[in-house]
Structures are given as C-alpha cells and as structure tokens.
C-alpha cells in the first residue's frame, strides 16, 4: 500500500475544470515530482492533496485513511507538511523563532505560542538542529527578512521540517534560484530524501529528474504519463513536447 494515495481527483472552479480523474500515489522513503507546463493544474492538484482546497469528487489517503476535506491543520497533524511557492515566513522574527513555532511541543501550547520559549532550552535546541541540518547553523538569531534568498528558501524547509513530518510536500523549491542556489538545494533535498518521504512540485526538470524516484507529468488536468526519470525520457509524448527539451537538456 502506498503511504499516500490520491484517487480519482476532480475540481473545477466555476465552468473551468482544472482536475480531471487524477491518481498518484507515492511509496514510502521515496522521492515522487509532479511536472507539467504552467497552467497544466499542478499547483491546484498540490493545494488539493494537502488540504488546502477540497476535491470535487475523489479522495486522498494518507496511511490508509481517508483524509479528504481534512483541514491543513489536521493533515499537519497526521504528520505531513509543505512548503510554498511564495515563501510564507514570519519576516521580522529570527531564523530560530521561525522554526520554534512550528515544532508539535509549542504547537501543542496553544494560543500563545510564543510564551515561554525563551527559557524551554529543549524547543531551542531542537530548532537549532533543525537550522543545522538545512544548512543555517550560525544563523538562529538572523532576522529573517535580512537572510539571502537561497538562505530563506532554506528556512522555509527548515520550518516544514520542525513540524516532525513523516511526509514532505515541496511547491517549486527552486523558485528564484539562480544555479548555484539551486545545486545547494538539490544537495539538501539529497540528503533529506534519505530520512523521509518527499514529493516535489517543480518547473526545473533538470533538478526533478536529478533527485526523484519517480514522476509524474499532469497536462490539461489530467495524468498523462508517469514512470522513472528515464522512463519518461523515452515516453513518446514526451520526447514530442517542450517537457522533453528540459528533461534531455
């Protein structure tokens, strides 16, 4: 069974169908891209699979259990997280405070989130590792707004990460990267990838097919091929396509 599996999706807003019979499926301790040209429903179909807009018809699962409609709290809950394709951070706060929020033990306090964090030496220590591990160490007190762009991307998974998921949704990762941001993020989601189960949603397909497992392309809304990296290099549709110009570059 896979960990997370989406079946039959459809949505449409208005007249405008923008899903169509969509299924993915994405195995454990593995790295899946979704890819596809703009305009194709990949962003819709992300914002579906985590919450953030409810299926028309369909359904998602998430370690057997249905969790369609669930709000994006209770999927955070189950262990899932993303990030954004505009970074959603909190900018005049430090690296650290931006990562201490998001871990369950302050989660779990309530309403006010901040209080008496100061002085919990184990929710500071377990957002410096966290820092550490993204590549941020020495930069826990760094306004957040005053980091680099790549830093910042950086950050945000660093705040994915302190939410403890067992699963990790990445929206356009590289984003306003230039190359050698975009290879110091490819080593990291490298070595993540190694301790958890990721899926991207990204326009690079050099850097997709760098680092998944497995790919699958979404063109006018619906499913239209999906194997390996090297599977999808020989799909005839693809070769054909300006996605297979990118993928061969």
């Known amino acids: 069974m896979a960990l997370f599996e989406a079946r039959h999706l459809h949505k449409r807003f208005g007249h405008q169908v923008v899903l169509q019979d ?4 994405f195995e454990a301790g593995r790295l899946s891209g979704i890819m596809g040209p703009n305009g194709a429903g990949k962003t819709t179909c992300f914002n579906v699979l985590t919450g953030r807009f409810r299926p028309d018809r369909g359904s998602v699962h998430f370690e057997g259990a249905d969790i369609t409609g669930a709000s994006p709290r209770e999927i955070a809950r189950r262990g899932i997280s ?3 394709q505009i970074m959603n951070l909190f900018n005049d706060y430090s ?3 931006n990562v201490l929020v998001a871990l369950p ?3 779990r306090q309530g309403f006010n989130p901040w209080r008496d964090l100061r002085t919990d030496s184990t929710a500071q220590d377990q957002a410096a590792a966290v820092l550490a591990r993204v590549g941020l160490a020495g930069k826990e007190h760094a306004i957040a707004k005053g980091l680099s762009y790549g830093e910042r991307r950086a950050l945000e998974i660093a705040v994915a990460l302190g939410a403890e998921p067992r699963l990790l949704f990445l ?3 590289t984003a306003g990267l230039g190359a050698e941001g975009t290879d110091r993020l490819a080593e990291l989601i490298g070595e993540l990838k190694r301790q958890l189960t990721i899926v991207i949603i990204e326009h690079d397909m050099r850097f997709l097919f760098r680092l998944a497992d497995t790919v699958s392309v979404i063109h006018w809304g619906q499913v239209i091929a999906s194997g390996t990296p090297r599977e999808l290099r020989e799909n005839p549709w693809v070769q054909r396509s300006n996605i297979g110009a990118l993928a061969n570059a």
Not at 22 to 25: D, R
């Open 22 to 25: 969509v299924s993915l499926a």
């Open 82 to 84: 993303r990030s954004f």
């Open 95 to 97: 690296a650290l405070d």
């Open 105 to 107: 033990r302050v989660r």
């Open 171 to 173: 929206d356009e990762p």
